[in-house]
DNA sequence: ATCATAATTCGACATATTTCGAAATATAGA
DNA sequence: TCTATATTTCGAAATATGTCGAATTATGAT
């Protein structure tokens, strides 16, 4: 149904880069927030520049580009350059496949059903 | 309705304890089988034992002994004694509430729906 | 009590991560 | 072109992690 199908070693990448509390802190904000593609595109574009993911995290600007990069590059968010700044946000079928690590398999749901 | 509430630190924990790959496969292995309070608790004890999780795992006893006791601090996975074998189970609620963290919330939902 | 098996603790070492500041790059605007 | 702003790259330092082997603890069996 997706395209995302992850290996153990693929997926140890993805939570080991969530394992840093300022970087779960910014993918927290992404979640929180709407995503491209979506109707509220226009409305929040502005609010997901690196800078602004950074406000209150109180981390240098280069710290905080090294934490943007590596959820980058773990596949956990998506970054483009529009002018100036650089904008970055979660894809909803990203979050959707995470989730779905995490649920019981159907056959022992059935099992446990007690 | 759970007992389960996390900040961001914790969180960043339990997804450190993850984000190493010996681990994350021992935890899918649990993840993947059965649960103790369950239907299936008396057929599958006696895979749970930590000797067992290591199989296949290439890693020395002392080091698989280290990792089991990360994925517990964290909160993952839970441990009980039984005779000469440590057993090890996850808590169904616990895999729930991880989902949960990557689930677009409610309102956006709705905006989104296009 | 002694032995064998399962698992943990400890100490050590190599490697990885987090963080910063300084310098570099990208881009819009005067 | 020059300047200001946003972001990245680089190099260095401190700290954390993953791993092992040896020694230790826990338990059941002889």
Redesign the interface.
């Known amino acids: 149904m997706s395209n995302y199908d992850f290996n ?2 693929e ?3 993805m ?7 300022h ?3 910014i993918f ?1 904000r992404l ?5 491209p593609g ?3 595109d226009t409305d929040c574009v502005e609010r997901f520049t690196v800078g602004r993911l950074g406000d209150g995290l109180d981390i240098a600007p280069s710290t905080l580009s090294h934490h943007l990069k590596e959820l980058n590059r773990a596949g956990l968010i998506e970054m483009r350059r529009n002018g100036k700044m650089v904008e970055c946000w979660i894809e ?1 079928d990203m ?2 496949n ?8 159907r056959d ?1 749901l059935m ?2 059903t ?1």
Chains 1, 2 share one sequence.
């Open positions: 153990i070693r997926r140890a990448e939570f080991k880069a969530l394992g840093n509390p970087r779960l802190a927290h979640v929180a927030c709407c995503m979506t109707l509220c909803p979050l959707d995470l989730g779905s690590f995490f649920a019981i398999p022992e099992r446990n007690k």
